[in-house]
Nanobody
């Protein structure tokens, strides 16, 4: 299993970024997928989840209405569109899949929101 995130960077408050995660080594189209984030000194936090075919998505209140998770099963790619970014959205963002009770993570992509 391999998950490779990209798309992070430095952005000003109220800006936007689109993260991507390319998956391999498992049946992507049959797996629910998730985005998490972790800021320095804080616990890893769930950010978004999506069903196998993308018809159901879920978000915590902290990002609802600003973040959108999506997927392209033909490309084995997961996305996270982030709009109206806030200072508190700064974190290392991870792609995640749970397979047979085991969590798999990518190395993450850094998002920094700063003026």
């Amino acid at each position: 299993v391999q998950l490779v995130e990209s798309g992070g960077g430095l952005v000003q408050p109220w800006g936007s970024l689109r993260l991507s995660c390319i998956a391999s080594g498992f049946s992507f189209s049959r797996s629910q997928m998730y985005w998490y984030r972790q800021a320095p000194g804080k616990r890893r936090e769930w950010v978004a989840g999506i069903s196998e075919i993308g018809d159901t998505t879920n978000y915590p209140d902290s990002v609802k209405g600003r973040f959108t998770i999506s997927r392209n099963n033909a490309k084995n790619t997961l996305y996270l569109q982030m709009n109206s970014l806030k200072l508190e959205d700064s974190a290392l963002y991870y792609c995640n899949v749970l397979l047979a009770g085991v969590d798999y993570w990518g190395r993450g992509t850094q998002v920094t929101v700063s003026s």
